[in-house]
Structures are given as C-alpha cells and as structure tokens.
C-alpha cells in the first residue's frame, strides 16, 4: 500500500500552450519535449486505513495549496474510494517557477499513486492520468526526446529518441526563485479567451512539429534550433498579445537570450527557450556546455545554473 516513484522535469521544445478541453485537460496542441536526467521529483505514497485526510509535504513542509490538486490525481489513478493518503514529495530545484515542476511531481505522483494501489496500468493509461493533472505531467513518463498528440478524444504520448542516441545538454539559467505570478493553467486560458495570435497558433503547430521530428530524426542542431526558438517566441507573443497582458519575462531573462545570440555567433551549437516563468533554458551539444554555462553564469541578473542531461521517464523506486 506504499510506494515511491521518481520522475525527471521536462523542457518543451515545441510547446503546449492552450488547451481544447478543460474538463478532462486536453491540450489544444501537440507538443515535443526532452526529459531532464539531473533535476528530480520523488513522491512518495502511502495509503493509510488510519488516515482521516490526505496529507502533503513537500521537502520536509507540509503544503495545503497543492494538495487538493494532488488529491484528485490520486482519486483519478486509485479510484474516489481509496484510502486517503499520505504524500511525500521531494524536488533538488525551485518549485512552480517555470522549471516543470508540476510536470515530474505528477509523472511521480501518477507511478507511485498506482504502484501503492496496485494497479498495473500501461503508458497510455497512466499518460492520459497525469495529463489530467498537468498536461507536461505525461511527457515525463518517458526519456529522451517525447511527443505528445492529440488523438481522437484522448492523449498520446511516444520516444522519438532515446537520451543515449542525441545526448544534449541543457543549460537553466535561474533568474528568479520565487513562485510566478499567474500559473501555466490561468494563463493558457486567458490566451484562448484574449489573445490574437491564439488561432493562427493552432493552424501553426502541426507544421513546427513535422519540422522538429524531422529534425530530431535527422539529428540537425540547427534545423531544430531554429524551429524550437520560433516556437518559443511564438508562444510568448500570443502571451505578451494576451489581456491581461502575461509577461514572464524579466530583465535577466533577456539579457541570456542576447548570451545565446553572442555564443551563437561564436560558433556553439546552443539554442534557447523558455516557459512560463523567466528562466531560460540553454540546449546545446555537450561539447559546448562548459562554454554555454560560463557565459550565463557571467550574464547580470543570472542567480544560479543548473546543467542537466537528458535522461530517463517517470519509474518505480520502491513498493510494499
Ligand atoms: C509553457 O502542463 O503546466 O511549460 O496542463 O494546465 O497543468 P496544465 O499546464 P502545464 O503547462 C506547460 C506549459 C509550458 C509549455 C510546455 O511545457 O509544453
């Protein structure tokens, strides 16, 4: 009645922004991803006859504000009649501040929650949980390069690429570590109901992610660079177009992206993108890394790097 699981954020390089069912958290798009090997989010579920509620703590706090929506990913994956349970979470990297937080604590979640219930459940089904709790949350339960589609009136989600056979590296450049302002799932509404750009978006990605798989396939850094920052900046129009008006951004955020372009210019193979928050992500080919986090470290308003391979999906780390 008790395990745990650990999951690994994800990056978007062809993003989820919108969505076509609130209800049961469809995406409007499909999306490409790569799952990050060194950033991690371990859950830990224990079902408790004893137990009046569920409760949470995240890294040794007890967290009211997440629970509820964990709760329900829990009654989802074990059934509304389960045992209430006790949750443990533990990230090494700054929750809800635009890191894919929510996405390796659901993939996490959504293993363990179905391990301790004893549930074998296939991909696709556990794809389509955690999806529901977070649309990003499906991509982590795998490794390497990932595609989520949009299928008839569920999600899909399959390895394009497994790490070892185009082993990148990702740079984050942490501008900021508070919480941000608006979450992913308000905003991407606010962008359906308001922004300009929304339509044109969807009409769109079908062709930017025919060139990313493309690109992937072939292993072409520059094809898929470039299509992953047009990707990225067109997500962020539809946002800055959007009333409210949702700017993530914050000085630091563009000063790495004028970094990229000057590393650019120097020869590396880097490419930048960046999700709802001011982070910004550096994917370059590993021979690059060093060079690529020197010159963010150095860039004003830059509090802290990570570097991270690609790695494996959401597993099982133990269960009684
Ligand atoms: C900008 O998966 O957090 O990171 O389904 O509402 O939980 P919900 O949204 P979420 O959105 C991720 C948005 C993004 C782009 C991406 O990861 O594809």
């Not at 076509?20 to 859950?43: F, H, K």
């Not at 589609?149 to 989600?157: K, L, Q, T, W």
């Not at 709802?276 to 690529?292: I, N, S």
């Amino acid at each position: 009645m008790r395990a745990t699981a650990i999951a690994q954020p994800n990056i978007a390089l062809i993003k989820y922004w919108g969505k076509r069912d609130t209800e049961r958290n469809l995406p409007a798009v499909g999306s490409i991803s790569i799952t990050l090997r060194e950033l991690y989010t371990r859950m830990h579920v224990e079902f408790d006859a004893d137990a009046v509620a569920d409760s949470l703590q995240v890294n040794g706090a007890p967290d009211a504000t997440m629970l509820p929506r964990l709760s329900a990913c829990l009654d989802r994956v074990a059934g509304g009649d389960r045992l209430r349970a006790r949750i443990t979470s533990e990230s090494n990297f700054p929750i809800a501040a635009g890191l894919a937080s929510s996405a390796s604590a659901f993939a996490a979640l959504t293993v363990a929650g179905a391990h301790a219930a004893q549930k074998t459940l296939s991909i696709a089904t556990l794809a389509s949980l955690a999806g529901q709790a977070s649309g990003s949350a499906a991509r982590s339960l795998l490794g390497g390069f990932v595609e989520l589609e949009n299928r008839g009136e569920d999600i899909a989600v399959s390895a394009l690429c497994e790490p070892a056979e185009w082993p990148l590296d990702v740079v984050v450049a942490i501008t900021e570590t508070g919480p941000k302002a608006v979450g992913s799932t308000e905003a991407m509404e606010i962008s359906r109901h308001t922004s300009p750009f929304y339509q044109s978006w969807l009409e769109q990605q079908p062709h930017d992610l025919d060139i990313a798989r493309d690109s992937i396939a072939r292993r072409d850094f520059g094809r898929l660079a470039a299509i992953a920052e047009h990707n990225c900046l067109k997500m962020h129009s539809i946002m800055w177009a959007s009333r409210p008006p949702l700017v993530y951004w914050n000085a630091a955020t563009m000063r790495c992206l004028q970094t990229v372009r000057k590393l650019q210019g120097s020869g590396a193979d880097v490419f930048f993108t960046i999700d709802a928050g001011p982070q910004v992500k550096a994917v370059c080919l590993p021979e690059h890394t060093q060079a690529v986090a020197a010159a963010l470290r150095d860039t004003p308003g830059v509090v802290d790097i990570m570097i991270s391979g690609l790695g494996s999906g959401a597993r099982l780390e133990n269960a009684r």
